[in-house]
């Protein structure tokens, strides 16, 4: 089975960037960043799919953008104009579906997390 290891989250003031990363550990068909705070549901984020297509939920659509280098079967977030209410845990998923989406279900593969924490 594949292994998905988060890196790069951290602490930045409000405004400020970071580029989280996602190494696989092998192929995957497609992946996903989604966030989760204590106590709120796990919200979808972005997603690549096979096809390179995107998807983003509208709380960061504009602001964040997902890609993928496939030669290192490594999945990025570049989240730009960051806010106090991006604060949360980011996990990277895989999919065995060619375009999953921003639905957590459709995800097999999950990684442990990376936190980010944004003041303002």
């Known amino acids: 089975q594949v292994h998905l290891v988060e890196s790069g989250g951290g602490s930045v003031q409000a405004g400020g960037s970071l580029r989280l990363s996602c190494a696989a550990s092998?192929?995957?068909?497609?992946m996903g960043w989604f966030r989760q705070t204590p106590g709120k549901e796990r919200e979808g984020i972005a997603s690549?799919?096979?096809?390179?297509?995107?998807t983003y939920a509208d709380s960061v659509k504009g602001r964040f953008t997902v890609s993928r280098d496939g030669t290192k079967n490594t999945l990025y977030l570049q989240m730009n104009n960051l806010k106090p209410e991006d604060t949360a845990m980011y996990y990277c998923?895989?999919?065995?579906?060619?375009?999953?989406?921003?639905?957590?279900?459709?995800?097999?593969?999950w990684g442990q997390g990376t936190q980010v924490t944004v003041s303002s």
């Open positions: 690549r799919g096979h096809d390179g297509s995107t």
């Open positions: 998923a895989a999919a065995i579906w060619a375009s999953p989406g921003l639905d957590g279900d459709d995800y097999t593969v």
């Open positions: 092998g192929y995957t068909v497609s």
